[in-house]
């Protein structure tokens, strides 16, 4: 009698079994790198004080429960409608929602993948908004040239993408935001948010520190001239003091000199008068004698 082997059970992956790192670099170049700390430390601030949003960036999404290999790594994501992000992997079925924002940083490695393959499964997670950006080469797909930004929003089964403006800033419904290249020289070509209330692009760490900077060096020097203004303020109220005390002891030197004048006129004209008095005496007395 021929024996029959039992086939194994399958085994669900116990948590451990969900890796949280394969181990590779982030991104390939350190134009990749500042476009993904850009916008995941951008977006993180400008969430900071909404309800229920999340952002991350380069952390392991699994979409299957019980096969560990059914994941992807977005480059960054936003989250609507979460307390919190896990702390080691992102697990569709513990969240109970994927992503509602997901970019994707091509590179030529990277391109097709993100293009096809990843586009497909973001799609079949419910992914509201699929972003692709390529900060050194242009992307491929859906009929456009020479284009580094393509931002798409989920229609049935795959996606549309999403007209540009006049200046080619993209609106993101789920940011609320627009997005765009900053491709002004010297810049490299970086991913920029801009609030489409103040029209004004959310800033990085660096030209945040450079506007604090530049606001307390102006602060100090506007400071500085407050403070020379003021003490050459007080040194003309000082002077102008000085000037009225020796004004003030002059009319005063004025007056005792006018009143000692005075005394001095009294006083002659009461010897003059007693001189007088004597002359006329003397006379009469020579009178009375002849």
């Known amino acids: 009698m021929a024996k029959t082997l039992a086939r194994p059970l399958a085994v669900t992956p116990t948590d451990d079994e969900y890796p949280y790192s394969d181990g590779k670099i982030m991104a390939e170049t350190p134009r990749h790198v500042d476009a993904i700390i850009y916008s995941l430390a951008t977006l993180r601030t400008w969430f900071a004080g909404r309800h229920r949003v999340q952002v991350g960036a380069n952390m392991f999404v699994y979409y299957q429960e019980g096969d560990a290999s059914k994941r992807l790594t977005p480059d960054l994501f936003v989250v609507r409608g979460l307390e919190a992000l896990p702390e080691r992997s992102y697990k569709l079925w513990e969240t109970g929602r994927p992503p509602t924002f997901v970019l994707e940083v091509a ?11 990843k586009q497909a499964l973001y799609a079949s997670m419910g992914v509201a908004e699929y972003w692709r950006f390529d900060p050194t080469g242009y992307l491929k797909g859906q009929g456009r040239a020479r284009v580094r930004l393509m931002g798409a929003v989920l229609c049935g089964l795959g996606y549309d993408p999403l007209e540009s403006g006049p200046d080619g800033s993209i609106r993101s419904e789920v940011l609320g ?3 765009r290249v900053d491709q002004r020289p010297g810049k490299g070509h970086l991913l920029r948010f801009r609030d489409p209330v103040t029209d004004q692009d959310l800033l990085t760490f660096q030209e945040s520190e450079q506007g604090r900077r530049e606001a307390l060096a102006k602060l100090q020097r506007e400071t500085a ?5 003021e003490h050459r303020e007080d040194e003309a109220e000082r002077r ?15 007056r005792e000199a006018t009143a000692a004048r005075l005394d001095a006129e009294a006083e002659t004209a009461r010897l ?9 005496a003397q006379g009469g007395e020579s009178s009375g004698v002849s």
Request: charged share 55%.
């Open 272 to 280: 003059k008068a007693q001189v007088a008095r004597l002359e006329r």
């Open 177 to 179: 935001l627009d997005v």
């Open 225 to 229: 001239t407050r403070r020379e203004a």
């Open 240 to 254: 102008r003091h000085e000037a009225e005390r020796r004004q003030c002891e002059a009319e005063q030197a004025e």
């Open 107 to 117: 590179s030529p490695s990277t391109e097709r993948r993100d293009r096809e393959e």
